[in-house]
């Protein structure tokens, strides 16, 4: 018997580690403390059951355990009350989705008798395990233990699971590992706005800090070093010696450029510049400025000579994520799943 399907817990989890980005932005908005949150996984699942999968039984205190982790930065994220009840709720029954799936891989898996996981990679994990969350104290680690109502055995079962989950759905990652250039082609083709490209240019950068120097001052000692520049010294020496910027080091190497990535007083004159060109001295309340182009892109549908392994990462993230999802719909359907 199969029930509702949906989502699993992996994009739950890519959507933490950007709720955490976004979070630590918004927390002098967002971050107040608040009273802890209430579910309602007791009056959804009465029984205190939430599914049943091949003779496992997945409890509302599993989902707890599993969501009550990224429950904060649910609260961060959401804009209001409701919000966050109805981020709760896909939680919840993403995390019931990917305990189901946890355990239907763990039986193919086992299906086939001459499939082992070593000991000692489970080993390993408890040991990583014990060092990283634990600092190494191994009473820490029990009462850890305890407080799940688990026995070392039952731990060591539940890792072992972890990882055959990890390796299972590793291969079927691996599965889909080559593209054929026709299919990057058509790709191409069909996506070409995808790869358009904003005017870039490899800028470097000599910089002399006002400091309280007049405009006339920072005008004169940027242009001695404008004449040793028309005289042939390199760019990157020069600001090597003289600039007082923070990449001076890396002879004031900033890198690639969008055009509307930066202010007009610079973008104006960089981006009328060929590769190899300079500035004149660009005077602002901060300083004196120097700019070099390196190397230029020009606006407009990158060539696919450019974009080729571009393409073949998104096509073979777009197979894996389709071959797997396949997959999983297969294993659902030849296993006993039962939603409450």
């Known amino acids: 018997m199969t029930g509702r399907q949906g989502p699993t817990f992996r994009s739950v989890r890519s959507t933490c580690v950007a709720v955490l980005l976004v979070g630590a932005g918004v927390l002098s908005v967002r971050g107040q403390a608040q009273a802890p949150a209430k579910d309602n996984l007791d009056l959804q699942y009465a029984n205190g059951i939430a599914a049943i999968v091949e003779g496992k039984v997945i409890t509302v ?3 707890r355990q599993r969501i009550n982790p990224v429950i904060q930065q649910l609260r961060i994220e959401s804009k209001s009350m409701q919000e966050f009840n109805q981020k709760l709720e896909a939680l919840q ?4 989705q990917d305990m189901i799936d946890r355990e239907l891989i763990v039986k193919e898996f086992r299906k086939d008798e001459k499939k082992r996981i070593p000991e000692s990679y489970v080993d390993n994990q408890i040991a990583e395990t014990l060092i990283g969350q ?7 680690f029990l009462a850890y233990l305890r407080s799940r109502g688990l026995t070392l055995r039952e731990y060591r079962k539940e890792v072992e699971e972890d990882i055959i989950f990890g390796y299972m759905r590793q291969q079927q990652r691996k599965s889909q590992s080559t593209v054929s250039p026709v299919k990057i082609e058509e790709f191409y083709k069909e996506n070409k706005e995808r790869f358009f490209q904003e005017d870039e240019a490899h800028l470097r950068l000599i910089q002399f800090t006002r400091a309280g120097q007049s405009d006339s001052d920072l005008r004169t000692r940027a242009l001695a070093v404008y004449e040793r520049l028309k005289a042939g010294e390199k760019f990157e020496d020069l600001a090597r010696e003289v600039s007082q910027d923070t990449k001076k080091i890396k002879g004031g190497d900033w890198g690639w450029q969008k055009k509307s990535d930066l ?3 610079f973008s104006d004159p960089l981006f009328a510049l060929k590769k190899g ?3 004149d001295p660009i ?3 901060e300083g004196a400025f120097l700019l070099y182009v390196e190397e230029r892109k020009y606006a407009g549908i990158q060539p696919i000579d450019e974009v080729r392994e571009q393409i073949e990462r998104i096509l073979i993230t777009q197979g894996s994520r ?3 999802e396949r997959w999983l719909e297969r294993l659902r359907r030849n ?3 039962k939603h409450f």
């Not at 029954?93 to 019931?96: G, K, L, Q, R, V």
């Not at 634990?134 to 820490?140: A, C, L, Q, T, V």
Request: no cysteine; charged share 40%.
């Open 61 to 63: 205190e599993d989902i």
């Open 93 to 96: 029954e993403e995390a019931i």
């Open 134 to 140: 634990f600092e190494g104290d191994r009473s820490k």
């Open 263 to 265: 202010k007009p007083e």
């Open 277 to 279: 060109e300079f500035t």
């Open 283 to 285: 005077i602002t309340p």
């Open 322 to 324: 389709q071959a797997q």
């Open 335 to 337: 296993g006993y799943v």
